[in-house]
């Protein structure tokens, strides 16, 4: 079976003879492998397609530990990917979600072309894949409307024609990670054949604890796939795929890393985890307090399950191709977020989601070479969305902290041991039709028109109530006045319909200056859907604002719009050892949908206004000889907020607005979270054989950003430092008899790095004390690993 290598690059040569040089100018000088790519829903090779596209192959992420997407975006300019207090981030260009159950994602993701648009789902494990591509920019017409700041496309490997093996065992001593992955594939028949893939992974964690006595985050995961695919004739093939997958997390990688003193004279000057320490008696670990890759917590978990089942199908229609993509997926996770991120028992959040999603594609593609191209379908998903979550309060800390700041004992004593359940639900019925056409004018241009048209309706509802530890509701009376006084909640009980049509259009101009160069340019406008607020804790009744905009709170928000230009070019140069690939965008959001912390125990979710993105991406690769070879990526990014009159403030900034009691920052001229002026990798490959059979191989990856802000109310200080990682692979293989020992060392720079930081709830609004909590990323880590191939 032949390994395609994307991201890496293989070299060809030839020998001619006894006496002969063997590598001979004319014949042999070395030369770049085509990569091919589905970006377009056509395979092509990636030079052709008139996008931004990053494509990594399945064998570097098995070689550079590329376990999730987290770990991808390491590789891939201007995509960012972080875990938070309670959801997941992923952003492309600047743009993305934000944390709240009812959002669907602005980067979407596609498995086997099946849509995964939970956030959740991109934390789940990578398992033998063929390759992933990221798509940068609105991908509206042929990966859905919702796709509005790029697409993931992930693949799975199929099986081959001959039967083959392989299993991988890596082990790294520090943080005592284990990984198994096992896979074994070829025909049954004569016209059937399968693959099965099994991964195991588990580790320690590199956090220690102090409160617990134990390393964290400890992960246990666990991935089975199953796939067959059968020639059932020469016009009808048909791939069912399978797949389990388990990841649960035992603990966070999350430390405090800013407490400031109190202001609030009751706390005496004293500082947030010096007050939970000195006035109740919380353990003394809570006094840990900078990053140093310990915690203080009592505990916390995420358990998660996953289901799939797709069946995909080709019929040969005339000399065109149908297909037929099915799919059932489900997930649920249970979790539970100490949420005062210390070892005092101020509060937790346990929570949980259920999802279930069916979906249907049916795609006619016209066979290509003719004058005009085709590719147009239908595509229709239902899906279904539980979500619930409670805060708990079960200790005498906020009670007493109320009562100080009130000067009310009665106050303090009226929220102890509350609970306050929240139920969300979003049903959801789509369907869409979409149509692309490629009109090739002559051998040298080619201009491409596309367009979807979407129906959407959602229905929606939320309640919030107030109970005691045993779940039973509690009677109006001092505790609500308390808990919306102070931390903003209220009971509400809420149910809405939505009901949207969209029509993205986008036209695309290709034209082949000559052999080795296609320029592109593109306009495109693109849709992502309303929907509901899952995760606010007031009743939605604030008025608009001067400007008209809805103040953040509502429960229904309205869809996010996207006008984006762009344009290229592919190069390929030095008689075919080089490419090199530039795109220049502007992308103009309006309505932008975001979530907001509110500074106590809630998130509320609304429109904010516009926001202007821009910026250059390049990334290229060169064979410098037979053996070594290297490739780059850069991309320069430019964001801001053209209006956002209803920002947060952080902790401390003077407010520009006050409505109804709530204070709000202006954004216009501000970034975003997670920009960076610069970002990018290079990267080397080094292959020398030696000996009967044998090789050495050898890869350093240089990752490197300059400053981000880590926090999504753009504290100043909480910006991330520039830094340069370095990641090294250094194997030794037998080619013949197919094993390979490999080091594997990532991070060896040892930087320290923040990927998403945010105000500790209830430091400031409750003791008056500002105070940060920070997710870090995994420090140096030296791994042993070995394969064998047969």
Known sequence: MKILRVCSIGMASAVLGAGLSPFPKAIAAPALEEVLVTATLRTESLQDVPVSVNAVSGEKMQEAGIDKIEDLQAYVPNLSMSETGIGTNIYIRGIGSGINPGFEQSVGMYFDGVSYSRAQLTRAPFLDLARVEVLRGPQNILYGKNSIAGALSLISARPGDEQEGSLSVLYEPDHEERVIDFVLSGPLTDNLGARVAMRKRSMDGYIENLTLNRDEPERDESTFRAILDWDASDDLTAMLKFELGKFNVDGRQIEIVNDQPSTIGAFGGASYTQILVAQFGADPSTLDNTLNYKRSSNGDYSNNRTRNLTLNVDYALGEGTLTFITAALEYEFD????????????????????????????????????????????????????????????????????????????????????????????????????????????????????????EEEKKGTRSLTVADLQGNERPLGTVDGVLDGVFKIERHDLNDVQDT??????????????????????????????????????????????????????????????????????????????????????????????????????????????????????????????????????????????????????????????????????????????????????AFSYTRSFGDAMEFRAATDFVFTDEYNSSQNLDPSQEQDAYVKVNMRLAVADVKEGWELALVGKNLSDEEVVSYSNDTPLANSSFGSVNHYAFVERPRSIALQASLRW
């Open 501 to 682: 049509e969209q029509l993205a259009p986008s036209i695309n101009v290709q034209w082949d200056a000559t052999d080795e160069m296609m320029v592109y340019a593109t306009a495109s406008r693109g849709y992502k859907s309303g929907g509901f607020d899952a995760r606010s804790n007031a009743s939605p009744s604030a008025a608009p604002n001067a400007a008209g905009n809805v103040i953040l709170g509502s429960f229904e928000y309205d869809e996010e719009q996207a006008t984006s230009f762009e344009i290229g070019a592919k190069t390929s140069f030095w008689d075919g050892r080089a490419e090199l690939n530039i795109a220049a965008f502007f992308t103009q959001y309006d309505d932008l949908q975001v979530s907001i912390f509110d500074g106590t125990l809630g998130f509320n979710v609304g429109n904010a206004g516009k926001a202007e993105t821009q910026g250059l991406e390049f990334d290229g690769r060169v064979a410098l000889t037979d053996e070594l070879t290297m490739s780059a990526a850069i991309a320069f990014l430019d964001f801001e907020f053209t209006e956002f009159e209803n920002g947060q403030c952080y902790q401390g900034q003077t407010p520009d607005s006050v409505v109804n009691g709530v204070a709000f920052c202006d954004y216009k001229g501000k970034s975003n979270q997670y920009v960076a002026d610069y970002s990018g990798n290079l």
């Open 335 to 454: 979790e539970l977020c100490d949420c005062d991120f210390t070892g005092a028992n101020v509060f937790s959040v346990p929570f949980n989601e259920d999802y279930e999603q069916y979906s249907q594609e049916v795609r006619w593609a016209s066979p290509v070479g003719e004058t005009f191209e085709h590719i147009g379908g239908v595509y229709y998903q239902t899906s279904y969305l539980d979500f619930y979550d409670s805060i708990v309060i079960d200790s005498a800390i906020i009670p007493t902290a109320v009562a100080l700041r009130t000067g009310s004992q009665a106050a303090g004593n009226s929220i102890a041991n509350t609970t306050t359940p929240r139920y969300f639900s979003s049903d959801a019925e789509l369907w869409s039709v979409f149509w692309q056409t490629t009109w090739n004018v002559n051998e040298r241009l080619r201009a491409n028109l596309g367009l979807r048209y979407s």
